[in-house]
């Protein structure tokens, strides 16, 4: 693994002639817990989807540990795990079940597969519960699930989208002691996107701001704060952002097609 676990530089991405990222360049370091923040609509989602494997740059160099998604797409995707926004657990199946699908398209062996799950179950107080239907389980057990299935085949880099929304004040607080705690001891660098600009300030040692696809802002919580003259980085990110209510970047039905393209190309 390289030191620098995402390497972006001058990544573009255009759609019929509409400049979706335009221009970006960052680098977030391994072990890093690293914070991507914008309005709806500012580019995030985009970029995500380049940095993952589910769309192709028009321009610009990606690097995820060292590997380009354009030709190396699956060295890419053994290097992340990734929890959507959207819920992506199968209802129908138990907890259990979830994992070892999941841990089956990933190819992790039998046996090992077998001691991850019992591992990563218990990680996230999931293991009492793992014969039972996800239809049967709360908005926060299904998160805790999605965290636990994204880390079973063991990657180096877990990208949150939006990993706390809709839950309540413990559910999140729980949920971030366990991220935090990987962090800690595994040493997994973490990319997420937030609404929630507290959480942002308080998990991120780094965080770029992103709007009308360009990085306009990037630093800790502190040094945006200091750039803006504000006291909190919701604050900050008004400045820098404005006020106006924006569009959402992709419909539902998009971030479903492209989810699913992902899961074909295993």
Known sequence: MTDQAIRVEHLVKKFDGFTAVNDISFNVSAGEIFAFLGPNGAGKSTTIKMLTTLLRPTSGQIRIN??????????????????????????????????????????????????????????????????????????????????????????????????????DPQTRNQLWNYI???NKTKQITVFFTTHYMEEAERMAQRIAIIDHGKIIAHGTATELKVQTHTSSLEEAFLSLTGRAIREEEASGLDKMRLRRQMWRRH
Not at 141 to 151: D, N, Q, V
């Open 66 to 167: 060292g590997f380009d998604p354009t030709r190396e797409q699956n060295k890419v995707r053994q290097s992340f795990g990734i929890v959507f926004q959207d819920p992506s657990l199968d209802d129908e199946l138990t907890a259990h079940e979830n994992m070892e699908f999941h841990g089956m398209l990933y190819r992790v062996p039998s046996q090992l597969r077998k001691s991850r799950i019992k591992e990563l179950l218990d990680i996230v107080e999931l293991w009492d519960r793992r014969n039972h239907l996800v239809k049967t389980f709360s908005g926060g057990m299904k998160r805790r699930l999605e965290i636990a299935r994204g880390l079973l085949h063991h990657p180096s880099i877990f990208f949150l989208d939006e990993p706390t929304l809709g839950l």
């Open 180 to 182: 935090l705690n990987l």
